[in-house]
Nanobody
Framework: QVQLAESGGGLVQAGNSLRLSCTAS????????LAWFRQAPGQERTFVAA????????YYADSVKGRFAISRDNAKGTVYLQMNGLKPEDTAIFYC?????????????????????WGQGTQVTVTS
């Protein structure tokens, strides 16, 4: 069992940065693939970024490539999402997700149904 708690969201102006954190409890964190998804008002939840269990492989949605960076610290049980160059279209609730898996398959890691555990989300609002 893994419990996830996101933090770091907020209100920022376009062009600025935020770093989201997701702290996990549970013994399987170091064996888990982790991801960030987001959901804008009236839209479906979409993939943002993923990192495999040992941090050697990362994937990003095309819309955030070059601006966002996902990383993990297994010793702290935390996954991060550094968001630079924020745009108004990045406004959404950001969710952290985890699955106990050593898969590095991009299809798996970018698919919401693959993940077993979800946080409650943190709001990111970007003003123009």
């Amino acid at each position: 069992q893994v419990q996830l708690a996101e933090s770091g969201g907020g209100l920022v102006q376009a062009g600025n940065s935020l770093r989201l954190s997701c702290t996990a409890s549970g013994r399987t964190f170091s064996s888990s693939a982790l991801a960030w998804f987001r959901q804008a008002p009236g839209q479906e939840r979409t993939f943002v970024a993923a990192i495999n269990w040992c941090g050697t492989i990362v994937y990003y949605a095309d819309s955030v490539k070059g601006r966002f960076a996902i990383s993990r610290d297994n010793a702290k049980g935390t996954v991060y999402l550094q968001m630079n160059g924020l745009k108004p279209e990045d406004t959404a609730i950001f969710y952290c997700a985890a699955v106990t898996s050593h898969s590095a398959d991009q299809y798996h890691l970018s698919a919401a149904p693959w993940y077993d555990y979800w946080g409650q989300g943190t709001q990111v609002t970007v003003t123009s």
